[in-house]
Structure formats: C-alpha cells, structure tokens
C-alpha cells in the first residue's frame, strides 16, 4: 500500500470490503488516513507515492506537504507564513492552494503568504506591497489594504502591473520554425513518461510544460542532459529510459543554468562567481600608489595573508558560539567588516578604496567602472536580470536560488562564445517579481537569437507565452502523466490541444477573462 500514489490509496481504501465484526477497529482508522489523503489531493499532490524519499521531493512539494499537515492539525488561532507556494505549481492547480489556504482562515487562523503570482495576491483579503524598489531601494511599505484599494498607488510597482495588464496584447501569431534543425527525443519511458517522441528546435525558446508530476524534469533533466553530456564524453549509448537522442552534433555545449547555491563559503561573492573580482584587483594595483610600494594584484585579495585583516582572515564575520542558543556571526570589530587590513585600503582608485568598492552594489559598480568594457559587460548583465541591488561583496551564502540562478544567467550573456549551445532552465521565474518576468523573457529570447537552443521547465504563463515552441505533458502527475499533449508552435497549442489543462489556462490568460482553468483538461 506505501507504494500507491495517493489518489491510489484513497481508491483501493474507498474499495475495501470490511466485514462486519472489524467495522468498529476498522472504520475509525480509515476515516482518518482518508482525510489526510483529501489534504493532499487539495494541495495538488495526489500523484505522489507515498513511499517515495523526502530528499527527490521539490522545495514546493515539501512545502505543500508540510502544508497538508497543517491543514489535519484542525488547529485555531495559529499563524502561517508560506513562502512562494505557488513553486512548481501549475496555474490549473493554484486555485485548489487558494481554497486550502482560504480553509485555514476560516477555521480562525491567520494566513501570512510571500508571493509574486498574481492570482495569488487577487485572492488576498489585505495586500503589504514592500519596496519601490529591490535591495538598498526597497524597505518600504508603499501600499498597503485591500488590492483595490491599493491598485492606484503610483510608487507600487505591484498596483503598475494590475493596472497595466488588461491592456496587454499577446501575440501567438508564431512562425512554425520549418527550417530549424532539431535536438531529437525518442523513445522516452523513463519513470511515468509513455515512450513519448519530442523536438527542441535550435535558434529557439522551448519551454516544457504541464502539471506538477507530469513528467517535465524526468524528460529534461534525466534523459535529454544526461544522455548528451555521455555523448559529450563519447559514449554513444544514451541513458536508461530513452531509446535514442539526436542531433548532439549541432550544439557545442551544454549549461544548465538551476537553483543551486553558487558558493558554499562566506569567501563566495557575486563579483568573484561571475569572474570580474581579478580585473579590480588588477586596476588597484596599477594606481601609482600600489606601484611605489610594489604591490601586485594579490595584495588586493580578500584571501591572502598579506593585504586581508587577519582578525577576520578576510571575511569580514566572525561566528560566536552561544551557549544553548544557535551560533551568530558579527561583523569584525577589527575591520569593522570590511575585510582588508588598513594598509591595503590606503589605496584609492577615483576615490575609493578596494573595501568600498566590494560595499558597492551592482548598479552603482557599473557606473563606477563604466570606461572599463571588459567589467561593465558583466556589471550590466547582472543589472538586467533586476539584480542591481546586489553588493558586489556579498556573501553567496545569502542568495535565494533565484537570486542565484540569474547570477549563473548573467555568466552566460556575459560571455563572447562561439558555436551554437543547449541552455536549460529550471523555473527560472521562483522569486521574481511580475515586472522582471518579462525582462527574463527578453534574456531567453536574445540567446535563442544567438543561435542557442534555450529549453525552459516552466508554469508562469507568462514564459510560456513568450515561448517559441512548446512541450506540454499531462494531462495528470504521475501515472496519470507522462503523455506528450502537444509539442510545436505556442499558436497550436492556443488553438486547443484536447486534454492540456496548459491550453485552457493560456487561453484564458491571453484573453485577460480570468477565468478558472481548475477543471480544463
């Protein structure tokens, strides 16, 4: 039985003839594993087997589960803070989270939720927009009540997007990519995927969609990138699960652009991840004050002996061991956390130190170094993706993996390279407000431009409208998934493809009814 999916469970225990002596033991047992089967199939995740390790579960789905256990405690008075829920929710799915969520405060409880989905903060009884802006431009509370009331602030740029969203037009007049040369699938039956064929066009944006469990990860993740990287390395056999995968010859390289942290040490900071750390280091020690004194650009590092503050060894915190409390970290009260010693920072560059320089943010970097091609080509890059308020010293620890997923993006655009490569993208919109979604879609746009083929996992409809060729799974999670619903143009997939929940929310997306897609497909 642990190794039935939950709507399984539920239909096998619905099913259970009991006889009549073990009705008493039985029947009060089973009330209770059948409703917190309902919480899990109200937070959308009836495909899960129940058996399956806790460490292959997404940061949504451990969320939701969480979120079903809450929803059994039958608790009254409590306070509940959610982080982006809607994760690696498909939008058919979000209005089943808005009733549960509804569920909670209605039993008396107080609903506390951190989102960008739009859906989301319409179902809002009160709305605390925060900003105008993000990093050392934010901190504000610029609007706040009923989204109504809310919706003709002219600092919000959360009451812009309402505003301006009826009056967008979406166009899906696609070209049909007839002369593109293809990365080809075949023969998929990895986990629940049903021997599926599929195409990714090259020079172009495919985003792979579907519902939660779908198949979508299995497909990108699990056959098409691992059995490239074996060709990579010469291996002509693909990995388990696929029959064959095509058309390797037509990338040069393969990045997969995810979540994970880019540094696991507080040494990590943007401007050392992305690369341009050295060219700083290199232009202090050209001013003629370091020449005199014969320092060459390693003296300018926060990780060597000679120009860091040894208190600190160069990281600016030191950790604090509390008794029967959790550790924290201070700034150095020797270098106040600035990280070099005070020799090295009598070293001035157009009026600041290298210290100030790492306590700059990125917007202001690029400004800075603006006559330097080499840096503010990065520099801008960062600042596109809407991480401008970043400070170029920052610990990488400290970044979502939004925020650090777009770290990576920004590598890429940054880079001059030759050949055509497979870019892949996993929910790159987690943490992204609705104004820089449509940024995003601009950046995927000018790297399948480039020659690119750009592969997106996705559920913002946005993206998904912004895309060149679609892959839509479904039409359920798990078994129930692993069918290819449709696969071309975003203008067919409009059009209707019968069964795909995708097509009715796009539908209903593009013509701005707001209409509920729960029951489509």
Known sequence: MTGLSVEELSEALSGMEIRERFRPIVEPILVEIGSRLDFL?????????????????????????????????NLRGACYILDEPTIGLHPRD???????????????????????????????DYVIDMGPGPGRHGGEIVAQGPLAEIISSKTSETARYFRDRDQRVFDFAVDPLDDSSFLEIRGATLHNLKDIDVKIPMGAVTVVTGVSGAGKSTLVRDLLEKSIRRQFRGLREPVAGVREVNGVELIDSLREVDQRPIGRTPRSTPATYVGFWNRIRQIFASTPAARTRGWEAKRFSFNVADGRCDACSGQGRKRMEMNFLPDMTVDCEVCQGRRFNPETQEIIYNGKSIADVLEMTVEEGAEFFDSFRDLTRPLRALDSLGLGYLTLGQSSTTLSGGEAQRVKLAVELSKTTRGAGLYLFDEPTTGLHMRDVARLVEVLGELAAAGHAVVVIEHNLEVIAGADWVIDLGPGGGEAGGELLYQGPLAGLVKGAPGSPTASCLESFSGRSRQSCKLSG
């Not at 969320?63 to 929803?71: H, K, S, T, V």
């Not at 979000?94 to 609903?111: A, F, I, M, P």
């Open 94 to 124: 979000n209005e089943r989270l808005l009733e549960t969520l509804g569920d909670l405060r209605d039993k008396g409880n107080s609903v506390y939720v951190i989102e960008h989905d739009d859906a989301t903060i319409e179902a809002a």
């Open 41 to 73: 199939r109200e937070v959308g995740l009836d495909y899960l087997a129940l058996n399956r390790s806790a460490n292959t579960l997404s940061g949504g789905e451990a969320q939701r589960i969480r979120l079903a256990a809450a929803l059994g405690s």
